[in-house]
């Protein structure tokens, strides 16, 4: 890991207009590495749009977003991942008539035409990411239809394992998720993070399978900060109560 | 390239069909050759439309453009200006090239049903402009007749497109059964995601437009040579499209075997069902039958084969 | 030049207008796009012209006809095409531009591959100030200011066009409204077909019949819901006349020839600098 003082991600003053629509309002805040952030807020807070903008799929009405000290405001998706930027969707996003292996081959994929055509995939190397997540050597060649949401949830942590990321966005990581499933996620969370000292901002509503992984929590309403502290600080908040309960 | 043993078997069935093919002018007649060139031809096409569309999702109704572009500046160069066709066709190949990035500007943009309509567009406008401008060179709604042609006779012909056609569909079988095959698949499936892993979409966007208009190149600029004229009637017409579309999606798209077999069925079914029927009837008849496979089989005749296929070895078991 | 100008535009655009509006409803409530479109202008005008010039049927039993065929046809689509593969709106696109091949082969089948010349549905010609227009064409633009004013009042005043309305801004608005989706679906279908027939008429009368007819049409009719939007009656007419003054004005004063161009790099234009249409409102 390379060493910077500051932190790894910071966005300054973020704005974000749908046509009439605020849906962010001047967002403000740091990660540094190797931190778990909570992100939490009720629906429509703008959560997903914040990620939205981090990963470039919109770019902001206003403000700039640095990554390891650097101005990345104007830096495309695919180089955003490149620098270490990853994310899962609120709803799963697999490529559907592909494989679990093949979707995690999208992944480990070179971002070069002329090695894509000459290099040979490395499916022992696919196997080892499907597995480090929990698919067991029959899923790896399941399609996505046939999968459970908790496994979708797997697939798309799968891919990102596959870019190697530093800082790995999680959209509603524990939505429509059976208990069960979600201490297998929040297992694998903490293994990654133990192993390869992730970086992670979570997105939940489900505060309390969110509570034991988060060092600090932000909590957004109406496109605004509202509350910043920690997990236990926060959800004792007068605010934080108001927004959650004015929903 | 990975050449793994399952790439190697297949390869055998290419040689396999490239041997068969090579020896049928010493079984068939020359009327029967003559109808498998233009086979030959339409498979380029098919190829060509389904690497770009039946890859990415990129849904093209011009293709007829890319072919016209390759059709009329060979033509242009060869005829007009007496460059001598190793020259100019290549240059067709490099100005369709060319007319393919065009193609992509709007897949900056636009994807789904407008992309299929903008390359309509463009379809249409070259069919405008062919009439119109500078007829003295195009030679406007009449065209061009009495083009020079590579080699002579049907057996030589045959073999002529037969050889590129065979080339062009291994190079790129090859090509999307590598790891870019399955990324621009994946471009198809959900866009979003692949930049969301870290690939420059639009770098590879750009090269499956490149590689397919190259494809439409090279089948546009040997087949007016072959058939000696171009006309703007005929060449960027919706018949010739629906023709390709056909082909590909008969065969099924998206399998490089598809748009070929596609294309030997719907030039034989055509041309075997003229003494019956001579006139329309027989679009009307391939339409049709296009059109019900297409509805209750979208993924193609070679789908129904290989079913059939892994049902025969079933059974044998 | 100017006063001409001004004429033919209006002209040429209220036969777009009429042209379009049927494209462009299948695609406000359905999403997407039926290429076989064009079809139902060409039955429009094939069926009029065996009905009037063949049977010798009067006019209005004719286009009585005409719009029945258009209404049937319309169905057909939707029934045994469409409805089959309406979560795909790129199957459904070539789909329907496959049944539009297949019916210009059965057009050539039937009546033959010549084109035909129809009789203007009114004769007489109106000169003014030196521009002479048909009566004609100006009875078709007034045709198509009433069904787009009828077509207006329906989608407001009454329940049925109100839940079409509502399913055209959003699916769920169907639900709402108590009505079967697939019945408003059938509806939208059979008006469509009904309005292709009557541009069909008129288009057929201002050009001629033949198999290659639908072609044009649809173009226009893909070019209005492009530069209009999708979801609004009067943002598919201020298109049409977009539409029809450019290429008025392209005509008149720069090259007959270019007729077709400057529709398409209109559409281009719009498409690379507003993708969702001057109006529109949702997206694609
Ligand atoms: N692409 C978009 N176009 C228009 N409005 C949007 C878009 N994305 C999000 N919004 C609006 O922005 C607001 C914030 O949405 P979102 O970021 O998804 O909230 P959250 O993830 O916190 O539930 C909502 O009002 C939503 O309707
Ligand atoms: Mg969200």
Redesign the interface.
Known sequence: MTATAGPLLEVRDLHMTFGGIRAVQGISFQVAEGETLGLIGPNGAGKTTVFNMIMAELRPTSGEIWFRGENITRVPTYERVKRGIARTYQVPQPFGEMSVGANIRVGMAPDDIWKLVSEGADHAAEADIGRSVGFSDEQIDMLPSELAMGDLRRLEMARNVAVSPTLLLLDEVFAGLTLREIGQISELLVEKKRKDGLTYIIVSHDLRALAPLVDRVIVMSFGEIIAEGTFDDVVRDEAVRDAYLGQ | MAIDRETLRYLGWWLAFGVLMCLLPFVVGTGTLRILIFAHFLAMFAMSWDFLSGRTGYISFGHPFLIGIAGYTTAILSFRFDVPIYYSIPAAIVATMVGGTLFFLPALRIRGTYFALVTLAFMEILYQLTKVVAPKITGGTRGMSGLESIVTGAVNNYYLSFGIMFVTGVVLWLLIRTRLGIALSAIRMNEEAVRSTGHNTTKLKLFAFTVSAAVSGIGGAFYVHYIGSIAPRGMFEINFLFTILVAALLGGAETIIGPIMGAYFLTVLLEYLRPVMPGMERYLLYGAIALVLYVVRPEGIYSIIADAGRKVQEWRR | MALQILIQGFVLSGLYALIAVGFTMIFSVGRV?NLAYGVYIMLGGYIYYAALQGAGLPVFASFILAILAGVTFGLLTYLL?VR??EDN???V???T??????M???I??IFG?APKTMWPVIRGVLRFEGISVTMNILLATGVSWVVLGGLMAFVRYTHLGRAIRAVSMDRKGAVISGIEPSFISMVTWALSGAFGAIAGVFFATFTQLD?HMW?FPL?IS?AVV?VGGIGSIVGSLIAAHIIGFVETITTTMI?A?????ST??L??LV??IR?KGLFGRAE?
């Open positions: 796009l095409l089959r593969l709106p790129i199957a696109e070539i789909s531009l496959i049944l539009a091949v297949v210009q082969a059965l050539v089948v591959a198999s072609v173009i893909v492009i090259a020839e270019l007729r077709g161009v398409m790099l559409i281009i498409l690379l993708p694609l």
